[in-house]
C-alpha cells in the first residue's frame, strides 16, 4: 500500500512523524503529536498512528516504539506543510479546522525549516514587503529575539506583526503607516508567541 491511499490528515501526520524523525534521530510520542496537529486528544493521535500502521507507512519496533517506513522515498529536500487559513478563536493554529491544504515546497528555501504556512489577511505589514494573501512561512517556538516578525496570539486572536519589547512590555509593530502599533501588557492579556516568519511564497 502507499501513500495514495492515505487521508489528507493521515498525510499530514505522516510527513511530521518523519520530518520529526530526521530532525531528532527518534520518533515523536503521541503526545507531540497531538500537539503539533492540534489534535485535542493523544487517543486522536493514537487513532491516525494505527492507521498508519495498517496502511504499511508505519511499523512498530519491540524495542524502539514506532519505525518510519520508507523513510528515504521522501527526499531531504522536498516537503508538505499544512496551510492555515483565518484562525478559528481560541483553538491551536495548527487544528484541523484552520488547514486549508497543504503546500509542496523545497525543504532549502527556508531557514529555519517552517513548519506551515499561514495565508496572510490584509495590508499591515506591506512595507515589510507581505502582501495580502501571500503565503507566510512560519517556524514554531514560544519565544523570539526582539526586532523579529512573529505569529502572535493575543486572546483570541491571531496576527502577524514585528516583536518589540521594552520595559517588560510587549509592542507589535506593522508596516504599514495606515495601521497602529499594538500594545499588549503580559500581565491583564493573554498573549503567547506561536512562532516566526521565516520567509513567503507569493502566488500569482
Request: aromatic share 4%.
Amino acid at each position: 500500500m502507499d501513500e495514495i491511499s492515505l487521508t489528507r490528515n493521515q498525510r499530514r501526520v505522516l510527513e511530521h512523524i518523519r520530518e520529526f524523525t530526521r530532525e531528532h534521530e527518534r520518533t515523536p510520542t503521541l503526545r507531540e503529536i497531538a500537539e503539533a496537529m492540534g489534535l485535542a486528544r493523544h487517543s486522536s493521535a493514537q487513532d491516525y498512528v494505527d492507521a498508519l500502521v495498517r496502511k504499511g507507512m508505519l511499523e512498530r519496533s519491540p524495542h524502539r516504539g514506532l519505525r518510519v517506513k520508507h523513510l528515504s522515498r521522501t527526499p531531504a529536500a522536498s516537503m508538505t506543510l499544512p496551510l492555515v487559513g483565518r484562525v478559528a478563536a481560541g483553538s491551536p493554529i495548527l487544528a484541523i479546522e484552520n488547514i486549508e491544504g497543504e503546500f509542496g515546497i523545497d525543504a532549502n528555501l527556508f531557514r529555519p525549516r517552517p513548519d506551515y504556512f499561514l495565508r496572510v489577511v490584509g495590508s499591515s505589514m506591506r512595507d515589510a514587503g507581505i502582501l495580502h494573501g501571500d503565503l507566510a512561512a512560519v517556524h514554531r517556538t514560544d519565544h523570539a529575539d526582539n526586532g523579529r516578525i512573529v505569529v502572535a496570539r493575543i486572546d483570541d486572536e491571531v496576527t502577524l506583526k514585528t516583536l518589540e519589547l521594552r520595559n517588560g512590555k510587549v509592542r507589535l509593530l506593522p508596516s504599514n503607516p495606515e495601521f497602529q502599533p499594538i500594545d499588549v501588557d503580559p500581565t491583564t492579556t493573554h498573549f503567547a508567541i506561536e512562532g516566526i516568519y521565516v520567509g513567503m511564497i507569493r502566488r500569482t
